[in-house]
C-alpha cells in the first residue's frame, strides 16, 4: 500500500493480550507494580521502543 507521498505504509501487528494490558490494570496498582516489576526483570529480553524505531528497524530488514 502506497501513501498520498508515494511512501510504503507499513502494518505492524501484534498480540491482542497486548492491547488488553491497561484493562488489566486500570484502578489496579498492585497489578500495574506487578506488570512494571515483570518487565524490568525481563529487561535484557525486551526491546522497548517507538514506532518510528520500527520502522526504521523494518525498513533496513526489507530488501
Known amino acids: 500500500m502506497i501513501t498520498r507521498r508515494s511512501l510504503p505504509l507499513w502494518s505492524v501487528p501484534y498480540p491482542q493480550e497486548l492491547n488488553d494490558i491497561p484493562a488489566i490494570v486500570v484502578g489496579r496498582p498492585d497489578r500495574l507494580r506487578r506488570a512494571l ?3 524490568a526483570a525481563h529487561r535484557a529480553d525486551l526491546w522497548i521502543t517507538t514506532p518510528g524505531a520500527i ?3 523494518a525498513a533496513q530488514a526489507a530488501p
Open 37 to 39: 516489576q515483570h518487565i
Open 55 to 57: 520502522a526504521a528497524a
